[in-house]
Antibody, heavy 120, light 108 residues
């Protein structure tokens, strides 16, 4: 059974930093692109970042470029999101998701999310 | 930038058919997917590559696409289908991901 379990969320002041982790099991982690998707309270889904199987390619939504860094450790079956210079508008539930790519790519499995609150 | 447009909400009575649409200029060239998100839960993939249904998704949920519009159809909607539904697609290089704004389906 595929399982994605996020951790590391919490309350942080504007300008602060936080690191999210996602522990994955039940599939060959190193064979898949992985992603972070967020959802602000009461709002829709917003893709944040993707990372290739070997970490050689990374893509970000414009609003987090230069502030967030996605990374992975295939030996530990883990995905990470380092978030710096956090803003109030980064407040959201952050989901780890597996990105399945054949011709097109789509998110086929999601974690339950980690809540990040940026507030003074 | 690439955008997908959905109506914010719709309502049907139990047993009726709900059709949720998603419009986007690139949809004639790109597949669409659909996600169901019930209150307080993570999204669940219900349709991928326009028409395919993952295992465990009921047959009353189906997808179609024509031109710039993708459609999610729930035949014989049930109270348990009440949720937010998001369409999804990518740009031509799969480098950037786009979600529609979501449609809140009420079944009552």
């Amino acid at each position: 059974e595929v399982q994605l379990v996020e951790s590391g969320g919490g309350l942080v002041q504007p300008g602060g930093s936080l690191r999210l982790s996602c522990a994955d099991s039940g599939f060959s982690f190193s064979s898949y692109w992985m992603s972070w998707v967020r959802q602000a309270p009461g709002k829709g889904l917003e893709w944040v970042a993707n990372i290739k199987q070997d970490g050689s390619e990374k893509y970000y939504v414009d609003s987090v470029k230069g502030r967030f860094t996605i990374s992975r450790d295939n030996a530990k079956n883990s995905l990470y999101l380092e978030m710096n210079s956090l803003r109030v508008e980064d407040t959201a539930m952050y989901y780890c998701a597996r990105w399945a790519c054949g011709g097109d790519c789509f998110f086929d499995y999601w974690g339950q999310g980690a809540l990040v609150t940026v507030s003074s | 930038s690439y955008e997908l447009t959905q109506a914010p909400s719709m309502s049907v009575s139990p047993g009726q058919t709900a059709r949720i649409t998603c419009s986007g200029d690139a949809l004639p060239k790109r597949f669409a997917c659909w996600y169901q998100q019930k209150s307080g839960q993570a999204p669940v993939l219900v349709i991928y590559e326009d028409i395919k249904r993952p295992s465990g998704i009921p047959e009353r949920i189906s997808g179609s696409s024509s031109g710039t519009v993708a459609t999610l159809t729930i035949s014989g909607a049930q109270v348990e289908d009440e949720a937010d539904y998001y369409c999804y697609s990518t740009d031509s290089n799969n480098n950037h991901v786009v979600f529609g704004g979501g449609t809140k389906l009420t079944v009552l």
